[in-house]
């Protein structure tokens, strides 16, 4: 079945910095690729998602890429502020069951 | 976008009981229904996949026997979780899925507390 492997676990940058988030995922024929915010205590919130048949894509600071020949996607988030502190979940999709990532608790310092 | 409720958000029981959560698809009919378990900062791990009116497929090493599930309407899935002891305390999360767009949403997640 399908496994997904994210790095970093923990991510601390400064405000204003950027911050990058991987993941790789197994299943070739998986299709379908969002992310998630979890604030402690609540459900995870999607921000972002990208399809198998796009390469990049952007909303305001938030950014998605998928090279889907080396099975990677990465979660990018410019200009940080502090209340996006959370941890973030990359998951892959294929049939509809979404397998996610370890997590990883960004912190972002004022 | 789509609402996704549960019900209750907390709950604490004495060891032995049963609990039912329940997860509602309000603005949306849910072809697929997900459940998910969430221990303290771990990762979401999927516990079955319900589809409307048919059996629930469980994962690997998810006792169907003590984790029953009922998706009997588009718009309402349950857990119920029989016989609790400490070691099921845990967050779980329901997420409600639309086949045809491939996209899912979400419930706010359930806190259960066995003492």
């Known amino acids: 079945g399908e496994n997904v492997e994210q790095h970093p676990s923990t991510l601390s940058v400064q405000e204003g910095d950027s911050a990058v988030i991987k993941c790789t995922y197994s299943?070739?024929?998986?299709?379908?690729f969002p992310w998630y915010k979890q604030e402690l205590g609540k459900g995870p919130q999607l921000i972002i998602d990208i399809r198998s048949n796009v390469g990049e894509k952007k909303d305001q600071r938030i950014a998605v890429t998928l090279n889907k020949t080396a099975k990677h996607f990465s979660l990018h988030i410019t200009e940080t502020q502090p209340e996006d502190s959370a941890v973030y979940f990359c998951?892959?999709?294929?049939?509809?069951?979404?397998?996610f990532g370890q997590g990883t608790e960004l912190s972002v310092k004022p | 976008g789509a609402v996704v409720s549960q019900h209750p958000s907390r709950v604490i029981c004495k060891s032995g009981t049963s609990v039912k959560i329940e997860c509602r698809s309000l603005d949306f009919q849910a072809t697929t229904m997900f459940w998910y378990r969430q221990f303290p900062k771990q990762s979401l791990m999927l516990m079955a996949t319900?589809?409307?009116?048919?059996?629930?497929?469980?994962e690997q090493g998810v006792e169907k026997d003590k984790f029953l599930i009922n998706h009997a309407s588009l718009t309402l899935s349950t857990l119920t979780v029989t016989s609790a002891h400490p070691e099921d305390s845990s967050f779980y999360i329901c997420?409600?899925?639309?086949?045809?767009?491939?996209?899912?949403?979400f419930g706010p997640g359930t806190r259960l507390t066995v003492l």
């Open positions: 319900s589809n409307e009116g048919s059996k629930a497929t469980y």
């Open positions: 998951a892959a999709s294929v049939g509809g069951k979404l397998i």
């Open positions: 997420m409600a899925g639309v086949t045809s767009t491939d996209t899912q949403y």
């Open positions: 299943d070739s024929a998986s299709n379908y």
